[in-house]
C-alpha cells in the first residue's frame, strides 16, 4: 500500500451518515462446499498491495497476511469500535447482497476452478477500478462459499467483504459502507476473543496473528474512509489501534507500521494537535530512513507539512528538498507535482509572517 501524501487542504465537512438499518434477506443454504473456501489462496484474495482501483484513495504497504487461516489484517489503514452489532451479525451486512444462482456447472470438479475463476476476476475489475463488475463477483463468490459450511467469520469471507466495504465507500453508498466496515471489525474482534485462549495444538499462534492483521488492514481502510468523510477523531482512534496491532504483530521496523506512524500523524496534525502530530510523524521518519522504506520521500513530505504548521519554516523547507530529492530519483511523478505544490505554500505563509 503507498503511504498517504499530507495535504495542506483539509476535507470538506460531509454529514455524518446513518448507522445500517436492519432487516435484511436470509442468505440461501445450499450443499457444502468445504474444499471451496480452502481452495482459495491467499494471491487471489488479498489486496494489492500497491495499486488501488480508481476512485479510492491509495492504500499503504500491504499487511501480511491472506484468507482462511491466513487472515491478515491491516493498515489501509484501521478501524476499531464499539458500536453495537447490527443484529443478525452477517445477516446485516451479507445479507444485503442479492445471491447469484449457481450454474449448472457449478456442481461437481468443476465448481473450485469456478470459484476461483470468479475470485481472480473481481480482484481484476477492483483494481482496474471497475466497481460495479468487482461487487458482482465478489458477491457471487461469497454467497457460494456461505451456501455452503463456510461460516460468516472466515478469512476469506471477511476480506471479501472488507473489499465490497472499500467498493461502497468509494460509490458512495455510506450506508452499505459504514454496515461492511462493522461488520468486518466486530466479526474479527469477537473472532479474536474466542481465538485468544486457545492452545497452540488447537490453533497456531501463526494463524492468531494472521487474524489480527486481517483486523488491522480493516481499521486501517475504514479509517481512511472516516477521514475521507471528515470524521477525524473516530479516524484517530482507528488509526491508534490499527498502528498498535502492527507494532504488537509486525514490529516497530516494519513498513506498515511506519505508514500507519505517519497517517495517524496527518489525522492528529488536522485537528489542530501539531505537537502530537510531530512526535509521531518525526518518529515514521526516523524509522523510514533507517529502514529504507520505498516510501520515505511521502513521510518526509507528512514531516515537512507538519512544520509547516507549526511555524517551523525553514526545517520544513529543508525536509521538503529532501522529500523532492527522493521523489525524482524514484521517479514518482504524482509525489514531485505535489511536494513542489507544498513548497509554493510554504513561500506564500513565510511570506506573511513576515
Given at each position: 500500500m503507498t503511504a498517504r501524501l499530507h495535504s495542506n487542504?483539509?476535507?470538506?465537512?460531509?454529514?455524518?451518515?446513518?448507522?445500517?438499518?436492519?432487516?435484511?434477506c436470509e442468505l440461501l443454504k445450499g450443499p457444502q462446499r468445504t474444499m471451496l473456501a480452502a481452495a482459495l489462496p491467499r494471491a487471489v484474495l488479498r489486496l494489492s498491495a500497491r495499486r488501488y482501483p480508481?476512485?479510492?484513495?491509495?492504500?499503504?504497504?500491504?499487511?501480511?497476511?491472506?484468507?482462511?487461516?491466513?487472515g491478515r489484517s491491516g493498515r489501509t489503514g484501521f478501524e476499531r469500535r464499539r458500536w453495537a452489532r447490527p443484529v443478525g451479525g452477517a445477516l446485516g451486512f451479507l445479507g444485503a447482497f442479492s445471491l447469484f444462482p449457481r450454474d449448472a456447472e457449478e456442481d461437481g470438479?468443476?465448481?473450485?476452478?469456478?470459484?476461483?475463476k470468479r475470485a481472480k476476476m473481481a480482484n481484476v475489475a477492483f483494481m482496474q477500478g471497475q466497481l460495479d463488475n468487482a461487487e458482482k463477483l465478489y458477491k457471487a463468490s461469497m454467497s457460494y462459499l456461505l451456501a455452503g459450511d463456510t461460516k460468516?467469520?472466515?478469512?476469506?469471507?471477511?476480506?471479501?467483504?472488507?473489499?465490497?466495504?472499500?467498493?461502497?465507500?468509494?460509490q458512495k453508498q455510506h450506508k452499505l459502507a459504514l454496515a461492511g466496515y462493522e461488520f468486518c471489525i466486530l466479526t474479527l474482534e469477537e473472532k479474536i476473543a474466542k481465538q485468544k485462549d486457545l492452545p497452540e495444538d488447537v490453533l497456531p499462534a501463526e494463524e492468531k496473528a494472521n487474524t489480527r492483521l486481517l483486523l488491522g488492514m480493516s481499521l486501517d481502510s475504514y479509517a481512511r474512509y472516516l477521514l475521507n468523510i471528515n470524521q477525524l477523531p473516530a479516524a484517530q482512534k482507528m488509526y491508534e489501534k490499527a498502528l498498535q496491532i502492527s507494532k504488537d504483530v509486525q514490529g516497530e521496523t516494519h513498513a506498515q507500521t511506519v505508514v500507519l506512524m505517519s497517517d495517524l500523524a496527518t489525522v492528529l496534525d488536522a485537528q489542530g494537535h501539531h505537537d502530537e502530530a510531530y512526535s509521531y510523524?518525526?518518529?515514521?521518519?526516523?524509522?523510514?530512513?533507517?529502514?529504507?522504506?520505498?516510501?520515505?520521500?511521502?513521510?518526509?513530505?507528512?514531516l515537512a507539512a507538519i512544520l509547516m504548521h507549526k511555524e517551523d519554516f525553514l526545517q520544513a523547507k529543508q525536509v521538503y528538498k529532501e522529500a523532492?530529492?527522493?521523489?525524482?530519483?524514484?521517479?514518482?511523478?504524482?509525489?514531485?507535482?505535489?511536494?513542489?505544490?507544498?513548497?509554493?505554500?510554504?513561500?506564500?505563509r513565510r511570506k506573511g509572517s513576515k
Open positions: 487542504r483539509r476535507p470538506r465537512p460531509r454529514a455524518t451518515q446513518g448507522r445500517m438499518s436492519r432487516g435484511y480508481a476512485g479510492l484513495r491509495a492504500t499503504r504497504a500491504a499487511w501480511r497476511g491472506g484468507a482462511r487461516g491466513e470438479e468443476d465448481a473450485v476452478i469456478l470459484l476461483l460468516e467469520d472466515d478469512n476469506a469471507i471477511l476480506e471479501m467483504s472488507l473489499k465490497l466495504a472499500s467498493i461502497y465507500a468509494a510523524v518525526k518518529r515514521a521518519a526516523e524509522l523510514a530512513k533507517e529502514t529504507q522504506h520505498p516510501e520515505e520521500h511521502m513521510v518526509l513530505n507528512n523532492l530529492k527522493q521523489a525524482q530519483q524514484k521517479g514518482d511523478v504524482a509525489s514531485v507535482q505535489h511536494i513542489q505544490e507544498e513548497l509554493a505554500e510554504l513561500a506564500k
